[in-house]
């Protein structure tokens, strides 16, 4: 089977630390790096978050450090949702490795030049890196095979009624990827909002009892507790992971090409993914939006992934 060769681009994060462990170590996935970007938390956290689960996980996979800052709003966190450290729950052992010295934008730009074109940007957080990555080096746009991003929402937002997180948080970079010109896949919360983490779900991926398994259940343990305090629901949505398990098995999801832009200038819709459901505007389709989703395919995707490490 040919591996889908990716970057994942992400702010960890609960829910990207479950992307990670899904895409580490996936026979269909060669994560070539990992890049950070600031966003669940300020960048320092989320960077060595993404080491310390890629060192849990066993997994030798370089990580890059990238933007603290959005292009131009002010900087957001998540600390609501995912605690003061961006990853709270687990307790990791100290740190044995290092993050790499180069920053993001420059890995992205020089991965991306000497590539052969076949390489897809999977981002899980604000996507200040990818854009600035293009501001800096357009020659990389058509070098980019596919962008296949969480993040968005043709129905509510989960920040404002409007906006999702990863959107809002740097709504100029997702600008900038919703009009760079290559394929770009939308997995929003319309669909991540359907793979709620139930109590069961979780028993079942605890009874695997490896490394994966024990890591994924004390994330889900205090990522479950402030989704119910936040926003009711029984299980927390594990939105992240959702991008992976689509480039693992493309039927989980079902996508429908829209028009999509983002809003970066109105007030009370600032961040909304505008996307064009029923055609209204004639406009060409830029973006595949994800519209449903095979749950009881994507747990499977999940506990396989976790059954992929000793
Ligand atoms: C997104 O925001 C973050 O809190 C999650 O990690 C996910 O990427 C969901 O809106
Ligand atoms: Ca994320």
Redo the contacts with the bound molecule.
Sequence with gaps: MEKTKIILD???????AVAILLAAKHPAIDLLGITVVA??QTLEKTALNALRVAEWLGVDVPVYPGCGQPMIREKMV?GD??GESGLDGPVFPPLRGELEEEHAVSYLIRTLLDSDGDITVVT??PMTNLAMAMRLEPAIIPMIRRIVL??GSYTNG??TPAA????I?DADAAHVCFTCGRPVTMVG?DV?RKVLCYPEIVERMAKVDNKASRLFVDLMAHFCKTQKEIFGWEGG?L??PVTIASLIDPTVLTTKPMNAQVDIRSTASYGRTNCDFFGYLGLPANVDVAIDIDVEKFWDIIEQGIRNYD
Excluded: K, R, S, Y
């Design positions: 992400c702010d960890p994060g609960h829910d990207d966003g669940n998540a949702i995912h899980t957080g969480m993040g989960n920040v999702e997180f990863n959107i948080a919360l991540t949505p939105h992240d």
